[in-house]
């Protein structure tokens, strides 16, 4: 895959960052550098290995999935300027 001046003059637009002419023509080898080093990539044979979460063997660390309101609602609201049963009291803003 390579990428044309125009994809980065696109790009450059929609990162809203303004390029020169030699700039984009720079760009477009970096770019294209990546990308063929990235490419590289699909040539490395990976049968047979299994996904990792760490270089060292260790299980991960697990939890109950459950849902739990943190039971320290009181501590969360005490310095809030106003509060009402644990809840934040803001002003209204839309009528």
């Known amino acids: 895959m390579s990428v044309d001046i125009a994809t980065v003059k696109r790009v450059a637009h929609l990162a809203r960052i303004a390029v020169t002419e030699e700039e984009a023509q720079s760009f477009q080898g970096e770019i294209n550098a990546i990308l063929g080093f990235a490419e590289q990539l699909n040539e490395v044979d990976v049968e047979g290995?299994?996904?990792?979460?760490?270089?060292?063997?260790?299980?991960?660390?697990?939890?109950?999935?459950?849902?739990?309101?943190?039971?320290?609602?009181?501590?969360?609201?005490?310095n809030a300027p106003v509060s009402d049963d644990d809840f934040f009291v803001v002003p209204k803003v839309v009528e």
């Open 49 to 78: 290995v299994e996904p990792l979460t760490s270089v060292v063997a260790q299980t991960m660390k697990k939890r109950a999935d459950v849902v739990t309101d943190g039971f320290y609602a009181d501590r969360v609201v005490a």
